[in-house]
């Protein structure tokens, strides 16, 4: 081992731009960035090669003096901080002084600026660490700058890149994180000369529509919170438009977008009953806090961040979600089962616009669905069976009632109903599942309302559900049952919970033995309340194959539009789907 000796400058800056400039997107990021604290209103972005070969930014911002040239790529020098009390609350998004040193001393780079009030504009140029003298430039405002071949004289570290491709998928990505943060300010991005993106400044849903879509956007609810001097707005995508594959997972912090384990689980949390277990949460939000409230300096990217009172924000964040997704069947927008199905390519037109072609009318009354017919009425009772009291005519004005009313049962598992946009298609033991399970966890208050029962309901024990019940005893209690032994492998139910007094009482009692079983521990319900919950939910709702009167699926039609949460079930899956006139019409080609 040689004697120690300090490092040359260049060394400390290669060996810096390894953490701060890991690949091309880590260098747009910074350099967008310092445009956005110059106060730019318009930033341009030109790529070559994913940004292996070129990034030349440009923007309208304040501009660099001649004289601060110099500084602007030297190592540790910034204008954005002074003294170590401006660490306690940073309001800028670098704050370092020494991404442009990182990245000059690997690039070919050529910084061009004019500051505000000044005749014209300097021009200073570094290439691998070497600094050119500064020279007149022509620029009308702003600040260019452009670097090349970047890690072009530290081989061994650009053979890490990947191909043009993967780089420019990287960089597509920063810049889109950056733009949604600041929906004020014009953007556009250029690659290999083909213009990708032009963002005029708008409103933060314009900006999530021109960058995420608009499938993205119509199908994620509104988040919006505000609590001591804490606020959250922006868009998760409710459950029933969630899919597969990954989605935007995006978190901003003060306009910065940042990792934050905590923040994510708060919010994977708030999808945990509502979400099914193949389907991914997708998300844009933005969190304003106090800066002095989050250190912002604790990764060399800047992109985590740690909050001096997580803990209270974490349920902040997860109240907020859950509100949003919270809405029931009557506020939900209807899921278009057409869409879904890939049966038709487009959105329909909102509900009470008719059909297209011949035949596609109002809903006056239930008589204009008659069929015209020559033959007697007693001829189709014979056929068919009395005809069943009509459905009540849906209202002409307003919508208090989205879910429309009952029409039939098909194979005793769905409900088909009919509202203004055309027929609901309801999985009723999925619905129903839902309801009960909001009503249980509505009316836990540390433990269940208790319905003894007559008659005892009894059913052959395992020796394994005989020790959970003495293991477990005060937990059954806690959720409203009360069984007792009537033999070494008989047990009797003699209470169940109030709100499932019309469940199989023994089929009920056996599934949450098992539950208590399988999570286990004296802090069984505090740990799994939920999971106990919607299993108890699941055993108790109206099961498959039950013949339903018109009367009864009204109710649940009801109880659906007054429930939170009601579009899915405990499990995720969704509990109804809407076919609109329109969308039939298509299927059935009228109107060709």
Not at 52 to 61: A, E, H, L, P, Y
Request: aromatic fraction near 6%.
């Amino acid at each position: 081992m040689g004697a120690i000796r300090p490092l040359p400058d260049l060394l400390i800056n290669q060996i810096a731009a390894g953490e701060v400039v890991e690949r091309p997107a880590a260098a747009l990021k910074e350099l967008i960035e310092n445009s956005l604290d110059a106060g730019a209103t318009r930033i341009d972005v030109d790529l070559a090669g994913g940004g292996i070969k070129r990034i030349r930014v440009v923007d309208d911002g304040a501009g660099i003096d001649r004289e601060d040239l110099p500084l602007a790529i030297a190592r540790h020098a910034t204008s954005k901080i002074g003294a170590p009390a401006d660490l306690e609350a940073i309001a800028t998004l670098g704050f370092r002084g020494e991404a442009l040193a990182s990245i000059a001393a690997v690039s070919r780079l050529a910084l061009t600026s004019r500051a505000s009030g000044r005749p014209h504009a300097w021009r200073i140029e570094v290439e691998g660490g070497t600094v050119a003298p500064i020279a007149p430039a022509a620029l009308a405002s702003g600040t260019s700058i452009t670097l090349e071949e970047l890690y072009f004289n530290t081989p061994a570290r650009r053979k890490f890149l990947r191909t043009d491709a993967t780089e420019w998928a990287h960089c597509e990505e920063a810049f889109t994180r950056v733009a949604l943060a600041y929906p004020q300010v014009a953007f556009t991005l250029v690659h290999n000369g083909r213009l990708v993106h032009r963002l005029l400044p708008g409103s933060r849903a314009q900006r999530v529509e021109a960058l995420l879509g608009e499938a993205f956007l119509r199908g994620a609810a509104p988040v919006g919170a505000d609590a001591a001097g804490v606020t959250l707005e922006g868009y998760a995508i409710r459950p029933a438009h969630a899919v597969a594959g990954s989605g935007p997972q995006l978190l901003f912090v003060n306009g910065r977008c940042v990792r934050d384990r905590m923040l994510a689980h708060a919010v994977r949390e708030a999808y945990r009953d509502v979400l099914h277990h193949d389907r991914q949460p997708a998300y844009a939000l933005w969190l304003g806090v106090d800066a002095r409230r989050v250190d912002v300096n604790v990764h060399p990217q800047k992109s985590e961040v740690r909050f001096r009172d997580g803990s209270a924000l974490y349920p902040f964040v997860r109240s907020a979600v859950e509100r949003a997704l919270a809405a029931s069947a009557a506020v939900a927008p209807a899921v278009s089962a057409a869409e879904r199905l890939g049966l038709v390519a487009a959105r329909t037109p909102p509900p009470g616009s008719g059909g297209a072609g011949h035949g596609g009318g109002s809903f006056a009354s239930q008589d204009a669905l008659a069929l015209a017919t020559a033959e007697p009425a007693p001829f189709y009772a014979r056929l068919f069976g009395e005809r069943r009291p009509e459905a009540p005519a849906l209202p002409q004005t307003g919508d208090d009632h989205p879910l429309g009313f009952a029409l039939a049962q098909l194979h005793g598992v769905y409900v088909l109903a009919q509202n203004r946009a055309g027929l609901v298609l309801v999985d009723m033991h999925a619905a129903h599942e839902r309801i009960v399970y909001e009503k249980l966890k509505g009316a836990y208050a540390g433990r269940l309302p208790t319905q003894p029962l007559l008659v005892p309901a009894t059913f052959a024990a395992e020796p394994v559900e005989i020790a959970t019940l003495d293991e477990h005893a005060d937990e059954l209690d806690r959720l409203g049952f009360t069984l007792t032994r009537l033999g070494p492998a008989t047990l009797a139910v003699r209470a169940i919970p109030a709100p499932l007094a019309d469940a199989d009482a023994a089929t009920l009692a056996r599934a949450v033995l098992h539950e208590l079983r399988d999570h286990g521990g004296s802090g069984a319900i505090d740990a799994h309340r939920d999971e106990l919950l919607a299993s108890m939910a699941c055993h108790g709702a109206v099961r498959a194959n039950r013949l339903l009167a018109i009367p009864e699926m009204n109710a649940l039609l009801r109880e659906m539009e007054a429930t939170e949460r009601a579009g899915q079930c405990n499990h995720g899956r969704p509990t109804w789907y809407q076919l609109t006139l329109p969308e039939l019409d298509r299927l059935f080609m009228r109107g060709r």
